[in-house]
């Protein structure tokens, strides 16, 4: 299916049936650390769910809704990245974003996310991109104005987060005009 090299040793591809198990196993060992902008991973999982998870992402593609796409660093799966939402009467969507706690901080999200970007407003015509993360995850907030995304405002108690409102920062970018 879709593959695309971000570098030698990094690529994105589309998650599929077959990544279940490792999807599993990545899911299991990084519970704790992406529990809380995860909170379905609380609950008790197996490969049968994540398989549905995969399943939700691939029909998510086939009804031209976006994709979500699975990042390998040198063979090994280190995170995600999606686009969802897609609104095309007016031309945006959001992305969305994880990687496992042995890959924070080595830009992978970041590199994958401008391919992203470029896909969304050169490939599809996108308008506008957003962003919304939790207002107290600095890290992903800070992956949203690395990419040159702007904060547009707070979402007051937005979310609900294991059973916790949450506020949620609205970041968006715009399509550049030439």
């Known amino acids: 299916m879709f ?6 040793d990094i690529v994105m591809r589309l998650f599929e049936r077959r990544h279940a198990a490792e999807l599993c ?11 809380l902008e995860l909170p379905w991973l609380a609950e008790p999982f197996d490969e049968g769910d994540v398989g549905e998870y995969i399943q939700a992402g691939l029909d998510r593609l086939a009804a031209n809704q976006g994709f979500r796409a699975g990042i390998w660093q040198r063979g090994a799966l280190a995170g995600c990245v999606s686009l969802h939402g ?13 990687v496992g706690q042995h890959y924070q901080g080595r830009g992978l999200v970041t590199q994958c996310l401008q391919a992203v970007i470029a896909h969304a ?3 599809l015509g996108l308008e506008r991109l957003e962003i919304l993360c939790a207002a107290d995850n600095e890290r ?13 405002g707070v979402l007051r ?13 609205l970041h968006s970018r715009l399509r550049e005009r030439g």
């Open 157 to 169: 108690r937005s979310w609900l987060r294991q059973g916790q409102w949450v506020d949620q920062v």
């Open 86 to 98: 897609v609104d095309w009467n007016d031309r945006k969507a959001s992305l969305g974003y994880w």
């Open 25 to 35: 196993a990545f899911f299991t060992e990084n519970r704790e650390h992406l529990g």
């Open 3 to 8: 593959t695309f090299k971000i570098e030698p």
């Open 140 to 152: 992903s907030r800070k992956v949203a104005l690395r990419l040159g995304f702007q904060e547009e």
């Open 121 to 123: 407003f050169d490939d």
